[in-house]
């Protein structure tokens, strides 16, 4: 079974998060940094590192 959100392709992600700091950025609920992180590899402009 294909999980809907995987299949999410986005040119940009406007994404908020909870903090950031020299070692990334952070969210506080893990399912929400699961469709964050999902949403950054599915944009096309994710200019993002993980």
């Not at 999902?38 to 944009?43: A, L, P």
């Amino acid at each position: 079974m294909v999980n809907k959100r995987e299949q999410i392709h986005v040119d940009k992600a406007f994404i908020g998060v909870n903090g950031v700091s020299e070692q990334g950025i952070s969210v506080n609920n893990a399912a929400e940094a699961g469709v964050k992180r999902r949403m950054v590899r599915g944009s096309l402009a994710g200019s993002l590192k993980e």
